[in-house]
Structure formats: structure tokens, C-alpha cells
Nanobody, 123 residues
Framework: VQLQASGGGLVQAGGSLRLSCAGSGRTFSNFVIAWFRRAPGEERDFVGGITRSGGTTDYADSVKGRFTISRDNNKNTVYLQMNSLKFEDTAVYYC?????????????????WGRGTLVTVSS
């Protein structure tokens, strides 16, 4: 499956952004989808994920209560709604797809990656 992340940009602290991850090429609903991010000088960290049907989500502690992941399998798209953004949310955000039934938090368990989209939060 090919993935394309979009929606990044510059936002002030406290603001909101919605990222999209559009899939193509294979049956989108066969994949668990996760969002990762990489801040400058840091490793790629798990942000959150959603199961194939969209029935279950999981989030990193750092974003719980602020970020929400949803998916529309009819549109082959997963969304990451980011509210109450903080300076430390600044990073390149990636979406990834994998075949697991749960929501892995390790990047190595995802088979397909989209090109990242940059989110910059100004303080």
C-alpha cells in the first residue's frame, strides 16, 4: 500500500491541525495504521494508531487527551486531529501501515511508510 501524509504546517502553541494519511494500491482496511513523529535530533516515536476497523485506538502518553485518530476506510484515509499543540509537538509526522491485529508501537513492525509532513509549533 502506498501512503501519503499531508496537512502539516506552522501553528501557534495552543492551536490545532489535522493530518491526513491517504492510502492506495491495496485494500486499506486490511492494515493497522499508526502515526509516528521524529523531532530534530530524536528517534522516530510512536504517536498513536488505529486498528483495521477503526474500533480501537492507542496513543502515546504525551498526546493522550489532545490527539485523536480516526479512519474512513471508504475514503482510504486516516486522520490525526491534533489539538492544544505544544512546542514539543514540533516534528516530522509519518503514517505507517502494518498487518498486525493490534497496534504495535515499534516502527519495525510496520511494513509501509508514507513521506512525512512537517508540523511546526511556535511558542
Amino acid at each position: 500500500v502506498q501512503l501519503q501524509a499531508s496537512g502539516g504546517g506552522l501553528v501557534q502553541a495552543g492551536g490545532s491541525l489535522r493530518l491526513s494519511c491517504a492510502g492506495s494500491g491495496r485494500t486499506f482496511s486490511n492494515f493497522v495504521i499508526a502515526w509516528f513523529r521524529r523531532a530534530p535530533g530524536e528517534e522516530r516515536d510512536f504517536v498513536g494508531g488505529i486498528t483495521r476497523s477503526g474500533g480501537t485506538t492507542d496513543y502515546a502518553d504525551s498526546v493522550k487527551g489532545r490527539f485523536t485518530i480516526s479512519r474512513d476506510n471508504n475514503k482510504n484515509t486516516v486522520y490525526l486531529q491534533m489539538n492544544s499543540l505544544k512546542f514539543e509537538d514540533t516534528a516530522v509526522y509519518y503514517c505507517a501501515a502494518g498487518g498486525a491485529l493490534d497496534i504495535p508501537t515499534r516502527p519495525g513492525l510496520y511494513d509501509y511508510w508514507g513521506r512525512g509532513t512537517l508540523v511546526t509549533v511556535s511558542s
